[in-house]
């Protein structure tokens, strides 16, 4: 049984409320996670502590830093969503966002769906396709508040490929190492100035069992 509470670290650090029967939705994530991938191989986080730490504890993390995600409702694009991270666990922490789970391969994009289903998550869709591809889609330019993207590529793609599906003052919110920020600077502060992002830096926050470091990098839409 996936223990979750407001004690583990970093949600105590971040003052991560969690939501009345979320401990026991985030154990229904596992079992429908994790069944899937028995016959799918969306991830090799598998064990109980690890997938609790690894991938639901990192993915609401942001909560802590950007608080609207677990009130507003907040319309989403999850860039390379994979198996389903960060985008599963926010749907189900606050039921008004409205999360577009977007990756390039076929088969993730499917199984995320049909978690999705299986969770009774209404508010989480996916698309197959490119960010870049999509991103030039009428239906789809200009219309999010918010891209995040996990483990998906440097911040300076990021930004060339996310830009254009922000609305007017949008965000793109990645989830980071203190290190890959450090490490991707020069060419993250170009990017950004040269589309027009103003950058923020989360504080670093540790994950337990040695899951290592974390940090948000945001940029802000000037536009
Ligand atoms: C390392 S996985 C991370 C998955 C998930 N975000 C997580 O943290 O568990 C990177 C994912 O990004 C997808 N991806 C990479 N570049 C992409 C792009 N330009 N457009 C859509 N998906 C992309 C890959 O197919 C892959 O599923």
């Known amino acids: 049984m996936i223990n979750l509470q407001e004690s583990d670290a970093p949600l105590a650090e971040l003052n991560i409320k ?58 989403i694009l999850d860039l390379g969503c994979g198996g389903g991270f960060p985008c599963i666990p926010l749907a189900a922490y606050n039921p008004k966002l409205d999360i577009t789970g977007l990756d390039s391969e076929g088969m993730k994009v499917k199984c995320v769906a049909q978690a999705a289903k299986e969770l009774g998550l209404d508010n989480l869709k996916t698309i197959h396709a490119r960010g870049r591809e999509l991103a030039i889609k009428e239906e789809h330019k200009a219309s999010y508040d918010l891209v995040t993207a996990r483990a998906v590529a440097t911040a300076d793609k990021l930004i060339k490929e996310c830009r254009q599906f922000l609305k007017p003052k949008g965000r793109i919110l990645l989830y980071k190492t203190p290190d890959a920020i450090k ?41």
Do not use: C, M, W
């Open 183 to 223: 490490k991707e600077d020069k060419l993250t502060q170009r990017e950004a100035k040269k589309y027009k992002f103003d950058i923020e830096l989360s504080p670093i926050f540790t994950l337990p069992n040695d899951a290592g470091e974390r940090q948000f990098i945001v940029f802000h839409s000037q536009r």
């Open 18 to 75: 969690l939501p009345q029967g979320f401990s026991e939705k985030a154990e229904e994530i596992y079992q429908v996670v994790t069944k899937i991938n028995e016959t799918h191989n969306l991830t090799r986080i598998t064990s109980l502590e690890d997938f609790k730490i690894r991938h639901l504890i990192d993915s609401i993390s942001s909560i802590g830093y950007y608080p609207e995600l677990a009130t507003d409702a907040i319309k």
